[in-house]
């Protein structure tokens, strides 16, 4: 069966630390890949996506992702984080052909940053 | 409408009682999920409709749950005989297409609470 996987449940980060979600999923097929966030009290939101083509792609606030085919993995990445960015994020993945359209959801890592 | 609405936005139910939670998605968009958010748990697939095709319904946790979606919009997620552990965030969101490159929008949700 199709699943995703996060490795952290809670990260706790210093403002200006840099961040690293690691994320991998296990159907081998042309998939697209999501991370999405979900700030305190508002509703999830895209933070970036992957479609095709470059696999390191950028998304708002500073954030991207580095898909690596060979490992299965997404994972998040940004240099320097602010007390904004506390928030949960999610990893997501669709298969594309053969009973694509499915979108799965990791279990979620809850970032805090402290000013 | 400009976004995915969900209805009610919390819900208060005795134990025993059938609930009846609404989405709409977002005009003209094709794929529509549910989803479960109970805390620590990330997001629960429970169900996903395309177009017209039969709806995945692999996700659903017991056959007290039930969806269907009426002329290719809106939404309905009825949970029957409720139980204390139905207690949830359920998340709608829609995608434009469920198996092409796109990404899926989400709704408030609404939070069940059953007593």
């Known amino acids: 069966a199709q699943s995703v996987s996060q490795h952290n449940h809670h990260v706790i980060l210093s403002e200006a630390a840099s961040l690293e979600l690691g994320c991998n999923y296990s159907?081998?097929?042309?998939?697209?890949l999501f991370w999405y966030v979900q700030y305190p009290g508002q509703h999830l939101q895209l933070l970036l996506k992957?479609?095709?083509?470059?696999?390191l792609v950028k998304g708002i606030k500073g954030f991207e992702a580095e898909f690596i085919k060979s490992k299965f993995s997404f994972n998040l990445r940004k240099p320097s984080v602010q007390w904004s960015d506390t928030a949960e994020y999610f990893c997501?993945?669709?298969?594309?052909?053969?009973?694509?359209?499915?979108?799965?959801f990791g279990q979620g890592t809850e970032l805090s940053v402290k000013p | 409408g400009a976004g995915v609405s969900q209805s009610p936005s919390n819900k208060v139910t005795e134990k025993g009682k059938d609930v009846e939670l609404r989405c709409d998605p977002i005009?003209?968009?094709?794929?529509l999920y549910w989803y479960r958010q109970s805390l620590g748990q990330g997001l629960e697939f429970l169900i996903y409709f395309q177009g017209n095709s039969a709806p995945d319904k692999s996700g659903l946790p017991s056959d007290r749950f039930s969806a269907e979606r009426t002329g290719g919009s809106v939404s309905t997620l009825t949970i029957q005989r409720t139980q204390q552990e139905d207690s949830a965030v359920y998340l709608c969101?829609?995608?434009?297409?469920?198996?092409?490159?796109?990404?899926?929008?989400f709704g408030q949700g609404t939070r069940l609470t059953v007593v």
């Open positions: 992957y479609f095709s083509g470059d696999p």
């Open positions: 005009s003209g968009h094709t794929a």
């Open positions: 159907y081998g097929g042309t998939v697209n």
């Open positions: 997501a993945v669709k298969r594309v052909y053969n009973q694509g359209g499915k979108l799965i």
């Open positions: 969101a829609s995608s434009f297409t469920g198996t092409g490159n796109t990404e899926a929008f």
